[in-house]
């Protein structure tokens, strides 16, 4: 499954923008869906996940009330909603999906085995 981010882009202090990720091939049963980001020189770290469809929703403790993963199966699409953005979030952010994920897992970027080429979010102050 090959999977495609889009949406970010260069946003202000407490602005919102909505990433997209969508997956080339539908993926049937439960299976995990993350959101990463990366800024330079630091590791990639976590961001949102779910376990798709109809499970839980995990959340950094950095994103937790600003951010919301949601996902469109029969559009096979997962987004992003980021509200109220912050500098801090400045970073690229890759979409993952894994449909072995576990679920102790699922914060770790190494339990995903497809992965997005990533999309710029720049947040200035």
């Known amino acids: 499954v090959q999977l495609q981010a889009s949406g970010g882009g260069l946003v202000q202090a407490g602005d919102s923008l909505r990433l997209s990720c969508a997956a080339s091939?539908?993926?049937?049963?439960?299976?995990?869906m993350g959101w990463f980001r990366q800024s330079p020189g630091k590791e990639r770290e976590f961001v949102a996940a779910t376990i798709w469809p109809g499970g839980s929703k995990y959340y950094a403790d950095s994103v937790k009330g600003r951010f919301t993963i949601s996902g469109d199966n029969a559009k096979n699409t997962v987004a992003l909603q980021m509200n109220d953005l912050q500098p801090e979030d400045t970073a690229v952010y890759y979409c993952?999906?894994?449909?072995?994920?576990?679920?102790?897992?699922?914060?770790?970027?190494?339990?995903?085995?497809?992965w997005g080429q990533g999309t710029q979010v720049t947040v200035s102050s």
């Open positions: 993952a999906l894994e449909p072995r994920v576990i679920l102790s897992s699922i914060q770790v970027p190494s339990a995903y085995g497809s």
């Open positions: 091939a539908r993926t049937f049963g439960r299976y995990g």
